[in-house]
């Protein structure tokens, strides 16, 4: 696997604003996840995007942005209820679907009306905005449908073949201190809609916004809204107990399979911090199988059973499962 020396990772932000600004490709650190951005401005560079992930081209980007203030030209209005949300929760973990302005192209948008917009709260990509002063299209810096990179490393580990040594870079700026993607809102219809669950949850939305919050329903419009998603390569298997997890991986252990029990239910703050971390290292110890007792169903809780749901569908599809 090629090295930082061999030119990728950096922790330099006039090189992440070269390679921008001359259409390359940057992994940007973010409080949730790390992403794969480009100048959302520059259509071929977000081509590479699709290409660099995989990704189908009909699925729309979210365009990253320095604050409220910086959201002009990328949506046609912008609702009181989007201020508040601005005002209160960026820089932050929380992304707003909004109707799209003339500088959200199809490019970015997949040929939707809308437009997801965050201003992201990690001070290195902040600043890195801030400086750029345009817009950053990027969804995360991993390979499409697979586990999320919370590191540098995790990203260089997914991409490092397809990125390219001065033309592209990876920005190191540590871990991520969420762990999971940020939560999407739909504030074009009402009441709003959470399409995406994340640290800022439902009730807190509904709290701030004083109305309520639906649910999700319709089409498919915003990342990580697919039934299956956050894939590792090991079957992911879930329990609603330690006991229903340890009879699981006992019954695996003796039909000859490597398997591991893993639960954080007793902090989810960290279970969030380390999700994909724990996905990743059951596959590099080539577990066959990776039981997770599910946390509560609230706050942070409500995202990290998301991700895990999603995860464990798509192993559902590769592999019969056992009732556990």
């Known amino acids: 696997m090629p090295s930082p020396a061999d030119g990728l990772i950096?922790?330099?932000?006039?090189?992440?604003?070269?390679?921008?600004?001359?259409?390359?490709?940057?992994?940007?650190?973010?409080?949730?996840?790390?992403?794969?951005?480009?100048?959302?401005?520059?259509?071929?560079a977000v081509g590479r995007i699709f290409e660099v992930k995989g990704r189908p081209r009909d699925h729309p980007l979210i365009v990253h942005v320095a604050g409220l203030d910086a959201i002009d030209g990328w949506t046609s209005s912008v609702p009181e209820a989007a201020r508040t949300l601005g005002r209160t929760c960026w820089p932050g973990p929380l992304t707003m679907l909004l109707p799209r302005g003339e500088r959200a192209t199809d490019a970015v948008t997949g040929g939707r009306p809308t437009v997801g917009l965050r201003a992201p709260a990690h001070p290195l990509t902040h600043e890195l905005l801030e400086r750029f002063g345009g817009g950053l299209a990027a969804p995360s810096a991993n390979r499409?449908?697979?586990?999320?990179?919370?590191?540098?490393?995790?990203?260089?580990?997914?991409?490092?073949?397809?990125?390219?040594?001065?033309?592209?870079?990876?920005?190191?700026?540590?871990p991520s201190l969420v762990g999971v993607e940020s939560t999407i809102v739909d504030l074009t219809v009402e009441p709003p809609q959470v399409l995406r669950a994340g640290a800022i949850d439902a009730d807190e939305i509904g709290r701030l916004l004083a109305t309520a919050v639906a649910e999700a329903t319709g089409?498919?419009?915003?990342?990580?809204?697919?039934?299956?998603?956050?894939?590792?390569?090991?079957?992911?298997?879930?329990?609603?107990?330690?006991?229903?997890?340890?009879?699981?991986?006992?019954?695996a252990r003796a039909d000859g399979l490597a398997a591991d029990l893993?639960?954080?239910?007793?902090?989810?703050?960290?279970?969030?911090?380390?999700?994909?971390?724990?996905?990743?290292?059951?596959?590099?110890?080539?577990?066959?199988?990776?039981?997770?007792?599910?946390?509560?169903?609230?706050?942070?809780?409500?995202?990290?059973?998301?991700?895990?749901?999603?995860?464990?569908?798509?192993?559902?599809?590769?592999?019969?499962?056992?009732?556990?």
Request: glycine content about 8%.
């Open 219 to 251: 089409p498919s419009r915003a990342s990580g809204m697919l039934e299956a998603h956050y894939e590792p390569d090991c079957l992911v298997v879930l329990a609603d107990s330690v006991e229903a997890a340890e009879r699981r991986v006992d019954a």
């Open 10 to 44: 950096t922790t330099d932000l006039d090189v992440a604003l070269d390679r921008l600004r001359h259409g390359g490709l940057v992994a940007i650190p973010t409080e949730t996840v790390y992403g794969l951005a480009a100048d959302a401005e520059q259509p071929d």
């Open 144 to 174: 499409f449908g697979k586990v999320s990179p919370t590191s540098a490393e995790h990203v260089l580990h997914d991409l490092a073949e397809f990125l390219v040594p001065g033309r592209d870079a990876i920005l190191d700026g540590g």
């Open 262 to 324: 893993l639960d954080r239910t007793d902090d989810v703050v960290l279970a969030a911090q380390l999700l994909y971390a724990d996905l990743r290292d059951a596959d590099r110890r080539g577990l066959a199988e990776l039981v997770v007792v599910l946390p509560p169903a609230t706050g942070i809780g409500v995202a990290i059973r998301d991700r895990l749901t999603k995860a464990a569908a798509g192993g559902a599809r590769r592999r019969p499962s056992r009732d556990g």
